[in-house]
């Protein structure tokens, strides 16, 4: 997923950009950048860019689909585990209950454990797995598609 910018901070090795929004923002509403006119980033700067510089910044398709397979895939399958077994698992614990209310008992019990694992594995893999990277410097006025140094072409 590609997205440009303009650096408004820098500070070692990450950059602050404002993100320019897409046309196609406002419908989609994944990320949040449709519902905001300024959107401000913190990403890795594998460049070299300076504050005022327009940049491309990037994160892979791959991880962007990973973190949404892991929010919404998982909780859903072991929710829908938690229901399918929460009759026999509670009845082998000897609780008189009826289906159910176990069923509900142990599929949202599931769904809370699994966004508390999904809330503690981000704080631990999104500064790795998840964080932009800047890869690109462009002029501004040109498609940054067509001119733009890329990641080790800082000529």
Request: hydrophobic share 45%.
């Amino acid at each position: 997923m590609k997205q440009y910018g303009r650096v408004i901070a820098h500070d070692g090795e990450m950059a602050t950009v404002a993100v320019q929004r897409h046309a196609s923002c406002e419908k989609c509403g994944a990320c949040g950048l449709g519902k905001a006119s300024d959107v401000v980033v913190t990403v890795k700067d594998e460049v070299g860019a300076s504050v005022g510089d327009s940049v491309i910044i990037e994160l892979e398709f791959s991880a962007v689909f990973k973190a949404s397979a892991i929010v919404y895939v998982v909780p859903l399958v072991l929710m829908v585990t938690g229901f399918l077994l929460g009759p026999a698992v509670l009845r082998s614990l000897g609780l008189a209950l009826s289906p159910d209310a176990a069923a509900a008992i142990l599929g949202f019990s599931m769904l809370a454990a699994a966004f508390a694992c999904i809330y503690v594995y981000d704080r631990v893999a999104r500064p790795r797995l998840y964080t932009p990277r800047l890869t690109g410097i462009f002029d501004g006025k040109s498609n940054p598609d067509d001119t733009f140094t890329q990641c080790g072409d800082q000529s």
